[in-house]
C-alpha cells in the first residue's frame, strides 16, 4: 500500500503565486523526500528532510516536516510556468532496515503564464 | 556523467510475447530499483538490488515478472507472457548508499501490450 499521500492531487495557480502541496504518511519514517516529474520524463530528487529536522529551504522550496501528525508540505514560492510538473513525496520507513523508498501518487501543479 | 539509462525508450508488443527492459545505473551506485508507474496505481515499487543481490522482490506482482543483475552495470526486467494489463511506464533508479539516500532516475520505458 502506498506510504504518503499528496494533497491535493490537482493544483492549477498563475505564475507569481505560491504552491503548496502537502503530504501525508502512515508509519515512521528515517527521512521523506520529494520529486518532480515533468511529463513524458523521469523522476527529478529536489530535497530531502530528515526525521530530527523541521524545516528544510532550498532555493524557492520550503519543506516542512511534522512526524507528530506524519506529513510534510512542499511550499514552491513565486511559481513560474516552467513550475508545472507532477510533485511526489516519498518515504524511508524506519522498521525494519528498510531501504526502499515508497512514493504516494503526485501532486499535478499547473502554472498559467 | 550519462545518469541512469534504459533501454527501449518505447515498447510495444502483443499479449504473450516476451518483452525485456534494460537498465544501467549510475557507475558507483551500489543500489538499483526498478517501479512501474500507472495512472491507477501511481509508482510501485516491483524489487531492488544491492551489490547486484536482490533484497526485496516483493513487489513484483506475479512470476511472470522476473529480474536479474549480473554485473554492477546492467540490469533487466523480463515479462513473460505478457499481458495488457503490464502496459505501463517502467523506471530504473539508482543510488550510492554512503553518500546520501536520494534517488537518480531514468527517462522510463513505455510499455504497450496489446
Known amino acids: 500500500s502506498q506510504q504518503g499521500e499528496e494533497d491535493p492531487q490537482a493544483l492549477s495557480i498563475q505564475e507569481g503565486e505560491n504552491a503548496t502541496m502537502n503530504c501525508s504518511y502512515k508509519t515512521s519514517i528515517n527521512n521523506l523526500q520529494w520529486y518532480r516529474q515533468n511529463s513524458g520524463r523521469g523522476l527529478v530528487h529536489l530535497i530531502l528532510?530528515?526525521?530530527?529536522?523541521r524545516e528544510k529551504h532550498s532555493g524557492r522550496l520550503r519543506v516542512t516536516l511534522d512526524t507528530s501528525k506524519k506529513s510534510s508540505s512542499l511550499l514552491i514560492t513565486a511559481s513560474r510556468a516552467a513550475d508545472t510538473a507532477s510533485y511526489f513525496c516519498a518515504t524511508e520507513a524506519s522498521q525494519g532496515g528498510s531501504e526502499k523508498l515508497v512514493f504516494g501518487k503526485g501532486t499535478k501543479l499547473t502554472v498559467n503564464p | 556523467d550519462a545518469g541512469v539509462i534504459q533501454s527501449p525508450r518505447h515498447e510495444v508488443t502483443e499479449m504473450g510475447q516476451e518483452v525485456t527492459l534494460r537498465c544501467k545505473p549510475i557507475?558507483?551506485?551500489?543500489?538499483l530499483f526498478w517501479y512501474r508507474q500507472t495512472m491507477m496505481r501511481g509508482l510501485e515499487l516491483l524489487i531492488y538490488?544491492?551489490?547486484?543481490?536482490?533484497?526485496?522482490d516483493s513487489g513484483m506482482p506475479e512470476d511472470r515478472f522476473s529480474a536479474k543483475m549480473p554485473n554492477a552495470s546492467f540490469s533487466t526486467l523480463k515479462i513473460q507472457p505478457s499481458e495488457p494489463r503490464d502496459s505501463a511506464v517502467y523506471f530504473c533508479?539508482?543510488?550510492?548508499?554512503?553518500?546520501?539516500?536520494?534517488?537518480?532516475f531514468g527517462s522510463g520505458t513505455q510499455l504497450s501490450v496489446l
Open positions: 538490488f544491492n551489490n547486484n543481490v536482490p533484497i526485496d
Open positions: 533508479a539508482s543510488r550510492y548508499s554512503a553518500t546520501n539516500e536520494k534517488l537518480f
Open positions: 557507475s558507483g551506485h551500489d543500489y
Open positions: 528532510i530528515r526525521s530530527n529536522e
